[in-house]
């Protein structure tokens, strides 16, 4: 899976990593962490880590936005609205 980071902060770029299984060791514990907390804890640890614990709230409480981290990561292409075909048929 390649995965362009040119348009992704550090949060967003680790959070598809973990989502997909590509994070070991002590950023895959962190990941494991944040998604575990609860609202006390997530906020001691956004004082450490401010942008992946910004990307997971996203994550969960942001409608669209992972689809777009994906779509800017180039993993995901939207699908294109259908047109109306004009075939004559009224009916």
Same mark, same amino acid.
């Given at each position: 899976? #390649? %995965?362009?980071?040119?348009?992704?902060?550090?949060?967003? +770029?680790?959070? %598809? *990593?973990?989502?997909? @299984? @590509?994070?070991?060791? $002590?950023?895959? %514990?962190?990941?494991?962490? %944040? +998604?575990? +907390?609860?609202?006390? *804890? /997530?906020? /001691?640890?956004?004082?450490? $880590?401010?942008? #992946?614990?910004?990307?997971?709230?996203?994550?969960? *409480?942001? &409608?669209?936005?992972? &689809?777009?981290?994906?779509?800017? +990561?180039?993993?995901?292409?939207? &699908?294109? &609205?259908?047109?109306?075909?004009?075939?004559?048929?009224?009916?």
């Amino acid at each position: 899976m #390649q %995965i362009n980071t040119e348009n992704l902060n550090t949060g967003e +770029a680790e959070l %598809i *990593h973990w989502q997909y @299984g @590509g994070l070991s060791g $002590f950023k895959k %514990i962190r990941w494991d962490a %944040i +998604a575990c +907390a609860d609202l006390g *804890h /997530l906020n /001691l640890l956004a004082q450490a $880590f401010p942008e #992946q614990v910004q990307a997971y709230r996203n994550y969960g *409480h942001t &409608p669209g936005y992972w &689809p777009g981290v994906l779509e800017r +990561a180039g993993l995901y292409t939207p &699908p294109t &609205p259908k047109k109306e075909s004009d075939d004559g048929d009224e009916g």
